[in-house]
């Protein structure tokens, strides 16, 4: 069991650096993910249509020519 300065003194790992993608996973799926979640926001306000069509223009880019797995467009596909 770790003593409470020992927990404390640890440093976090930090996950806004660029990491290595995982076996399953593509270089661009979290960025496609996210766009896709803005874009779901973005969707529900009547006034944003235009800004959402951008949006999933982008992301619809992104899948097409970047490197996006097929889980991640799955995962999309149920937000």
Do not use: I
Not at 29 to 48: P, S
């Amino acid at each position: 069991m770790k003593n409470l300065s020992d927990y404390l003194n640890e440093k976090k790992q930090d996950t806004k650096k660029p990491h290595v993608a995982k076996k399953d996973e593509g270089a661009d799926d979290k960025k496609f993910m996210a766009l896709m979640v803005q874009y779901k926001t973005l969707r529900k306000n009547k006034d944003d249509k235009v800004k959402a069509a951008s949006v999933l223009k982008k992301a619809l880019e992104l899948s097409k020519d970047g490197d996006v797995s097929s889980k991640a467009k799955t995962a999309a596909a149920y937000l």
